[in-house]
């Protein structure tokens, strides 16, 4: 069956660490994957969008990898910041016509000072 | 950059009536949005695909009936919860994507609904 795994439910890293969230798939062909951050309360936030033959994108404080051997994608913060404390979703897109993603758990990441 | 605005923000309702909610999209036209749930530190449950101009395209387990989309322009897709229950209680997030743009799908900011 077709599986999204996100690292952890939770990680706790100290201020001005870089931050590594694990994004693991099953069973899925993704034409792209894209990173979200979701606050409590609110829809997500799009950040990165990364197509399946690109192996790395970044933005600003932000990296992603894409390895479709391994069948993951690794979302890095850099010099990470209280206000980075958010839930972060995985998303995958087959790029089918249906144009439907399909969510991860996602990881709360909580930097602390 | 794409905005979608998804109103009302919260709604409380009494079991057995009906809610609507709306989802816009402000600055592109979206021919598809698309509904979800959230459940508490869950991630998105997509319920359908609104299409525009066409019925809409439900999940399996989810109920038609009860889940009542409508796409009429390009620009709105609204999502009737029609005799709501407290099992109905839930985040309903709607989401589109600028076709022209390089980027993402665009969300709204969600609707927290309770039933009481």
């Known amino acids: 069956s077709q599986k999204i795994e996100q690292n952890s439910e939770a990680l706790n890293i100290q201020e001005g660490k870089t931050a590594t969230l694990t994004c693991n798939y099953t069973?899925?062909?993704?034409?792209?994957l894209q990173w979200y951050r979701q606050d409590p309360g609110r829809g997500p936030v799009f950040l990165l969008l990364i197509r399946e033959n690109e192996k790395e994108k970044r933005k600003e404080r932000l990296k992603v990898t894409f390895d479709t051997t391994l069948k993951q994608s690794l979302f890095h913060i850099t010099a990470s910041q209280p206000a980075d404390s958010a839930t972060y979703l995985c998303a995958l897109d087959e790029g089918t016509n249906a144009g439907k993603s399909t969510f991860g758990d996602g990881t709360t990441l909580t930097v602390k000072p | 950059g794409a905005v979608v605005s998804q109103h009302p923000s919260r709604v409380i309702c009494k079991s057995g009536t009906s809610v609507k909610i709306e989802c816009r999209s402000l600055d592109f036209q979206a021919t598809t949005m698309f509904w979800y749930r959230q459940f508490p530190k869950k991630s998105l449950m997509l319920m359908a695909t609104?299409?525009?101009?066409?019925?809409?395209?439900?999940e399996q387990g989810v109920e038609k009936d009860k889940f009542l989309i409508n796409h009429a322009s390009l620009t709105l897709s609204t999502l009737t919860v029609t005799s709501a229950h407290p099992e109905d209680s839930s985040f309903y997030i709607c989401?589109?994507?600028?076709?022209?743009?390089?980027?993402?799908?665009?969300f709204g900011s969600g609707t927290r609904l309770t039933v009481v």
């Open positions: 609104s299409n525009e101009g066409s019925k809409a395209t439900y």
């Open positions: 989401s589109a994507r600028d076709l022209t743009a390089n980027y993402g799908y665009t």
């Open positions: 069973n899925y062909s993704p034409a792209y």
